[in-house]
């Protein structure tokens, strides 16, 4: 079974502009969670999703946004970048139901010049 | 969110067992405690959760204190490939599936 992969896996960008990163979960996995790892801060939740739905919300900015697309694909968007989004955005799945276990993709580098 | 509490670093031998401790005074009754673990420019992999009771998987067992204030991951025989950052996490009961990292513990394994 595939796990999860994110596209693209680096990235760099310039203040100001925007990002979007993709997510695709193991099939059959209809959650998706997304994280900003940095050195400062360690591993932070931005949200959630679950069919199509965000339910779940962390302590970021508007300028962070995400969606699900029917086959629990995953984007995620980031507006306005600035030089402190720098960062690996890590995207993980999980199985309908709670307390599963949740499944992390490699990450996309994003540094922001 | 509730807390964990965590060593920033511990070191360990190969082939010895390991014991990874996670104070959480704060936990609530329906409170899961989850283990990851984070090797080097690789995401996070689950190691074991538990809820009350004592539990096992291939990869290691955890304890829970009575009290559910405190637990530990236990690595029964250390190898290189363990050395990792190790996370124990609250994960708050129901439908929530936020996971809130702490800084975890950098386990470093000795040949």
């Known amino acids: 079974k595939a796990g999860v992969t994110q596209t693209p896996r680096y990235l760099i960008k310039t203040r100001g502009q925007q990002v979007t990163l993709s997510c695709s979960p193991i099939?059959?996995?209809?959650?998706v969670s997304w994280y900003q790892q940095t050195p400062g801060q360690g591993l932070q939740f931005l949200f959630e999703y679950f069919s199509e739905t965000q339910r779940n919300k962390g302590n970021f900015p508007g300028r962070f946004s995400g969606r699900q697309f029917s086959n629990s694909r995953s984007e995620m968007n980031v507006s306005t970048l600035e030089l402190g989004d720098s960062a690996l955005y890590l995207c993980?799945?999980?199985?309908?139901?709670?307390?599963?276990?949740?499944?992390f993709g490699p990450g996309t580098r994003l540094t922001v010049l | 969110d509730a807390k964990t509490t965590q060593p920033n670093s511990m070191e360990s031998n190969e082939e010895e067992p390991v014991h990874l401790p996670c104070n959480h005074s704060t936990i609530s009754g329906t409170d899961y405690i989850h283990w990851y673990r984070q090797l080097p420019s690789q995401g996070p992999e689950y190691v074991i959760h538990?809820?009350?009771s004592n539990v096992n998987n291939r990869m290691a067992s955890l304890a829970i204190a009575e009290d559910r204030k405190s637990s530990t991951l236990i690595l029964h025989r250390a190898t290189l490939r363990d050395a990792a950052v190790y996370y124990c996490?609250?994960?708050?009961?129901?439908?929530?599936?936020?996971?809130?990292f702490g800084k975890g513990t950098l386990l470093t394994v000795n040949p």
């Open positions: 993980a799945s999980s199985l309908p139901g709670t307390y599963n276990e949740q499944f």
């Open positions: 099939s059959g996995h209809r959650s």
């Open positions: 996490i609250l994960r708050v009961g129901g439908s929530n599936y936020k996971l809130t």
């Open positions: 538990g809820l009350t």
